[in-house]
């Protein structure tokens, strides 16, 4: 049995449950209605118009283009970034694209060769949603990290020139403020991974099955997609925080000033 369509009156339909939601936002007065309603418009629009381009990308399946569309996914993952973050564009853009780029293509294509085998790692079936699904993933926890890591750095930053004053190196005195940003990061992934199948079904697994896949083959793939989502947001926040923290500080070890100002 194949996957089984939704027409669009069936859309419809399913839509109406937002109407639970949405209530409780407007009852209890959180201020979160409006946003809510323009984000879903948003969302729609945004996964329609990425169902159209999706569709000549697959029909096409050519590598430059291919690639071409992971780059600009990472440049607007960047931005995304650092737009939830606040910090300053001139200093971060640079580390954080750099780092999502290196850490997605280094996981994506040892995955494609080593475990998929597959002869063409452009394919536009296996390359798009892979992809895809890494910088998602990496994008979360990079903001939630790098949020952690900055804030840290400046609410104590006079225990990190304590650091370096008693002869720490940069990376030393960084440490400490490295750990709470992966401790914050990571642990509801790896809460997360742990209760996997459990008390949740992944999103992946579950697709692949609706789609006719066997469990076998759905769980082997929801394995890997966790191992590579896990792999590459660690990378790319390492490669992130190193090249960041060269821009970040001057040249007497001093926080530079990396967020944004507040306009009145």
């Keep these: ?3 089984i369509d939704i027409t669009y009156t069936d859309l419809a339909i399913g839509l109406l449950l937002l109407i639970i939601p949405l209530f409780y936002l407007w009852k209890f007065k959180t201020g979160l209605l409006k946003a809510t309603l323009i984000g879903l418009l948003r969302m729609m629009i945004q996964l329609f118009l990425i169902g159209v381009y999706l569709k000549y990308l697959f029909l096409w399946n050519n590598a430059w ?36 780029f290196c850490s997605v293509i280094t996981v994506g294509v040892y995955f494609m060769v080593a475990v998929l085998h597959l002869n063409h790692i452009f394919n536009a079936q296996y390359f798009i949603p892979i ?31 304590y650091l370096l004053g008693n002869g720490a ?3 030393e005195a960084q440490a400490p403020f490295i750990r709470q940003a992966v401790i914050k990061a990571f642990s509801p992934l790896i809460a997360n ?22 469990p076998n083959v759905a769980i082997k793939y929801q394995i890997m997609i966790m191992v590579i989502t896990f792999t590459a947001s660690m990378l790319s926040l390492m490669i992130t925080i190193s090249l960041a923290s060269r821009r970040s500080f001057d040249a007497y070890g001093k926080l530079r000033q990396i967020t944004k100002k507040r306009r009145r």
């Excluded at 995304?80 to 853009?93: G, P, S, V, Y």
């Excluded at 991974?193 to 066997?214: D, E, H, K, N, Y």
């Design 131 to 161: 992809f895809g699904i890494m910088m998602g993933n990496m994008l979360s926890s990079n903001v939630i990290a790098l949020n952690t890591y900055y804030s840290g750095l400046k609410r104590e930053e006079q225990l990190y020139r």
């Design 169 to 171: 190196t940069r990376q």
């Design 65 to 100: 283009i291919n690639f071409l569309w992971v780059i600009i996914m990472v440049v607007v993952a960047g931005q995304t970034a650092l737009a939830r973050t606040q910090l300053k564009t001139k200093i971060l853009l640079l580390p954080i694209t750099l780092g999502f």
């Design 1 to 3: 049995m194949g996957i």
């Design 193 to 214: 991974i742990a209760v996997m199948g459990l008390v949740a079904f992944p999103g992946t697994m579950s697709g692949q099955i609706l789609g006719g896949a066997t």
